[in-house]
């Protein structure tokens, strides 16, 4: 897939851009050449490859470098809010901003 030069003056007008011709064709190839890479990447066979969660993964056991989300805090809510005007069952109340 690739832009012409229509579709980034349009793109420009989407986006409400003001861009000089140069910027234009700059664009216009910088778009393109994003697009190649894409193509060349989709042409790339996957078949029978398991996706990786996290790309470390494919050389290390990651699971045991990750921490368990566990609160290390202890929980201090009513000394945090003490200083705020105006606390209702633990909640910070604010004034409505919508309507």
């Not at 190649?36 to 969660?53: F, H, N």
């Not at 609160?71 to 209702?88: C, I, K, L, M």
């Amino acid at each position: 897939m690739a832009l012409t030069p229509d579709d980034i003056r349009r793109i420009q007008h989407l986006a409400r851009l003001e861009l000089q011709p140069h910027e234009s064709e700059r664009m216009l190839t910088q778009i393109n050449g994003f697009f190649s890479i894409v193509e060349t990447m989709r042409a790339v066979d996957t078949a029978g490859i398991e996706p990786l969660a996290h790309p470390v993964a494919a050389f290390e056991d990651v699971q045991l470098r990750l921490r368990d989300d566990v609160a290390s805090e202890p929980n201090q809510r009513e000394a945090n809010q003490q200083s705020a005007p105006a606390v209702e069952r633990g909640l910070f109340l604010v004034p409505k901003v919508i309507e």
